[in-house]
């Protein structure tokens, strides 16, 4: 048994990985090395195999689990308790709802069978949530089935009925999560028996619209998902789908509306509040935006996802001690969200705790080696503890995995800056125009250096540059009053003070940096 232990726990990280076809393989290869049926330690292996094999078989379009779970569900009728044979019955009710093969009608058919076999089997009064939960796979099941072709509404009504049961046992027994999916069903079985072929025809305009999508045919999409929406106001995909091609284009508002008729339907959809969320934060709707991702960390106590982006949110409005408790957590929930260490080390940057950054962008390089953002924010912290060193050897290896990334060109030309190693400064600056054009920073750099290195024309030019961006930059201003006055251009310097002057009273106060961090560029959205 030891060693199906291990064969066990290889099964659970393969589904945690989603490896659905080493999931298979496994589970075959256990059920096959399990003790002979009739045992004492028969039940409880391979109906641990055989539900994880009968996830694999949707996952990889496999069928090959329904003999298996027949022949399993033959012998658990002779030799098991009772209470098993309606969980394999369950399984196998899984098996032919996922399985690729014949006609969908005829599979669901099935697993209607072995739902309603399970859930007359089991013992109401010993386990009503269990009894519950298989009305609600049986109603699934119909859904699905309505989806397809019309369905007798006798039929429909029986499995309405007992989803109604099903609510009160949910209710009765602190289930509200249950609850509120079993409601969800109850409002969309009704729409079912109300209006059948529109409601299949709502369906067939959503799976058009996701197949669009996939195809990034975004117009196509946008159009599927009105029809469906307008053919069934109440399906809350359609409005999710449609929600996240409106964010997609930038039109946020339209995106809210969207998301927030999900969540009107379907109160419990944790996707939908954070995806509104996300699109709260694109508007500056920083408070809004924490409120959502507060609402789906309240419904899915373990959403890494949710505490990452509220974190996200957090450092947005300056609160970095709650953004740092909030990846932290992210991080002790999912402890592989690279991009969360990426952030986290950001904003231990903005507080002055260099070496914590440091820690956790090497964490995330860890995770992500060739993710350049990292290796070039943990260059520019380097450089902020003072270690120009280290600093540069990070902006060269992020140069090196991804040449069309301006930034740690710029960053590097700022190093070789203090260095006073200008040539080298005045290339790197050069290169990073050459990647982003409207690289402010870059311009503003190579100024200086040409400055220093006494090309006074060539200084003037660049700071002109910035100037032409950035109308308000009195820094630039400043430089290039500068450089007029070094070459006796005495009026165009003193024009160029005076403006200083007039943007640092107020009217303007445009500045410009001296690194390219870019921390802040990850958002995560749910799908």
């Known amino acids: 048994m030891a060693v199906l232990q291990s064969l066990m726990d290889a099964i659970g990280t393969a589904e945690e990985s989603h490896d659905w076809n080493e999931v298979a393989r496994l589970c075959r290869l256990g059920i096959?090395?399990?003790?002979?049926?009739?045992?004492?330690?028969?039940?409880?292996?391979?109906?641990?195999?055989?539900?994880?094999?009968?996830?694999?078989?949707?996952?990889?379009?496999?069928?090959?689990?329904?003999?298996?779970?027949q022949e399993i569900l033959a012998n658990a009728a002779l030799h098991e308790p009772a209470r098993k044979v309606p969980i394999i019955n369950m399984a196998l009710a899984d098996a032919y709802a996922a399985t690729p093969s014949g006609t969908p009608q005829e599979n669901l058919r099935r697993a209607i069978l072995h739902y309603r076999a399970a859930y007359e089997l089991i013992n109401r009064e010993e386990e009503p949530v269990l009894h519950a939960s298989f009305a609600v796979q049986m109603g699934l099941a119909y859904l699905r089935l309505g989806q397809e072709l019309s369905v007798p509404a006798d039929e429909v009504n029986v499995s309405t009925a007992?989803?109604?049961?099903?609510?009160?046992?949910?209710?009765?027994?602190?289930?509200?999560?249950?609850?509120?999916?079993?409601?969800?069903?109850?409002?969309?079985?009704?729409?079912?028996?109300?209006?059948?072929?529109?409601?299949?025809?709502?369906?067939?305009?959503?799976?058009?619209?996701?197949?669009?999508?996939?195809?990034?045919?975004?117009?196509a999409a946008f159009s599927a998902f009105t029809e469906a929406i307008r053919l069934d106001a109440e399906r809350g995909e359609a409005y999710f789908r449609r929600g996240d091609l409106y964010a997609e284009a930038g039109d946020y508002v339209r995106a809210v509306a969207d998301y927030s008729e999900v969540i009107r339907l379907e109160p419990d959809t944790t996707a939908a509040y954070i995806n509104r969320g996300l699109a709260h934060s694109?508007?500056?709707?920083?408070?809004?935006?924490?409120?959502?991702?507060?609402?789906?960390?309240?419904?899915?106590?373990?959403?890494?996802?949710?505490?990452?982006?509220?974190?996200?949110?957090?450092?947005?409005?300056?609160?970095?001690?709650?953004?740092?408790?909030?990846?932290?957590?992210?991080?002790?929930?999912t402890p592989t969200l690279d991009a969360a260490y990426h952030n986290r080390g950001s904003t231990y940057q903005r507080l002055g705790r260099y070496d914590e950054a440091v820690a956790d962008y090497?964490?995330?390089?860890?995770?992500?080696?060739?993710?350049?953002?990292?290796?070039?924010?943990?260059?520019?912290?380097?450089?902020?503890?003072?270690?120009?060193?280290?600093?540069?050897?990070?902006?060269?290896?992020?140069?090196?995995?991804?040449?069309?990334?301006?930034?740690?060109?710029c960053n590097r030309g700022s190093a070789y800056l203090v260095t006073h190693e200008y040539q080298k400064a005045i290339a790197d600056y050069g290169e990073a125009i050459r990647i982003d054009p409207t690289m402010v920073m870059a311009y503003y750099g190579r100024g200086q250096a040409y400055a220093q290195h006494g090309d006074m024309l060539r200084a003037i030019a660049d700071f002109s540059k910035v100037i032409a961006l950035q109308p308000t930059n009195a820094d630039a201003f400043y430089e290039r009053a500068c450089a007029y006055a070094d070459i006796g251009e005495e009026l165009r310097a003193e024009e160029d003070f005076a403006r200083v002057a007039e943007l640092r009273r107020g009217v303007g106060n445009g500045r410009t940096g001296n690194e390219s961090d870019e921390n802040r560029e990850r958002e995560k959205r749910t799908f």
């Not at 899915?300 to 982006?309: K, Q, R």
């Not at 947005?316 to 932290?328: H, L, M, N």
Request: glycine fraction near 6%; proline fraction near 3%.
């Open 32 to 69: 096959s090395a399990a003790p002979d049926a009739g045992s004492r330690d028969w039940y409880d292996l391979r109906i641990r195999l055989i539900r994880s094999l009968s996830k694999a078989a949707g996952a990889c379009a496999n069928d090959d689990v329904i003999p298996v779970c």
């Open 162 to 219: 007992l989803i109604r049961e099903a609510i009160t046992a949910f209710s009765q027994h602190g289930r509200y999560d249950l609850q509120v999916e079993a409601e969800w069903l109850l409002r969309r079985l009704s729409a079912l028996i109300r209006d059948g072929v529109g409601f299949r025809a709502a369906w067939a305009m959503l799976c058009q619209g996701k197949a669009s999508a996939d195809r990034g045919e975004s117009r």
């Open 282 to 333: 694109a508007q500056g709707n920083i408070e809004d935006a924490i409120n959502d991702y507060s609402h789906a960390i309240r419904l899915s106590h373990d959403d890494a996802v949710g505490l990452y982006n509220r974190a996200n949110a957090h450092r947005d409005r300056g609160d970095f001690e709650k953004a740092i408790a909030d990846y932290s957590e992210a991080l002790r929930l």
């Open 362 to 409: 090497t964490q995330a390089i860890g995770l992500n080696p060739v993710d350049a953002r990292s290796v070039n924010s943990r260059g520019v912290t380097h450089k902020m503890k003072g270690d120009l060193q280290k600093a540069v050897a990070d902006y060269t290896e992020a140069m090196r995995l991804d040449p069309a990334y301006a930034a740690p060109a």
